[in-house]
């Protein structure tokens, strides 16, 4: 099961996934995703710490995340993610795609003033 929170910084908004996304998680994943690109943020990002597995569905969606950002012109990035979804992203050659960071370096560029 998973569960996804937001944290909403202005023009930045921060999913944090938590639990196992997988293609059971898509269709709850995708209304959560909606809800916050109809309000234009200038970026996305998408908080992995918490995940701890993650199926071929579930990463499919996020390029599908990617394809829409691109589209709407919002910045897309993923950070802070644990070992097991770092191999799963460099297997899958995500890295190639997308904007992964580390906590400190999104907050320093993001976050802070």
């Given amino acids: 099961?998973?569960?996804?929170?937001?944290?909403?910084?202005?023009?930045?908004?921060?999913?944090?996934?938590?639990?196992?996304?997988?293609?059971?998680?898509?269709?709850?994943?995708?209304?959560?995703?909606?809800?916050?690109?109809?309000?234009?943020?200038?970026?996305?990002?998408?908080?992995?710490?918490?995940?701890?597995y993650i199926d071929s569905s579930a990463i499919g969606i996020l390029v599908k995340f990617l394809n829409n950002a691109m589209k709407q012109k919002t910045e897309l990035?993923?950070?802070?993610?644990?070992?097991n979804i770092i191999s799963v992203f460099q297997t899958a050659k995500l890295g190639n795609f997308f904007r992964i960071m580390t906590r400190t370096q999104f907050e320093m560029e993001y976050l802070e003033s």
Wanted: hydrophobic share 45%; with cysteine.
């Fill in 1 to 52: 099961m998973v569960s996804i929170s937001s944290e909403d910084h202005g023009k930045v908004i921060v999913l944090k996934i938590e639990g196992d996304f997988y293609i059971e998680s898509i269709e709850f994943a995708e209304k959560i995703w909606n809800e916050h690109m109809a309000r234009r943020p200038k970026v996305m990002a998408i908080n992995c710490k918490g995940i701890k």
């Fill in 77 to 83: 990035i993923f950070f802070d993610l644990s070992d």
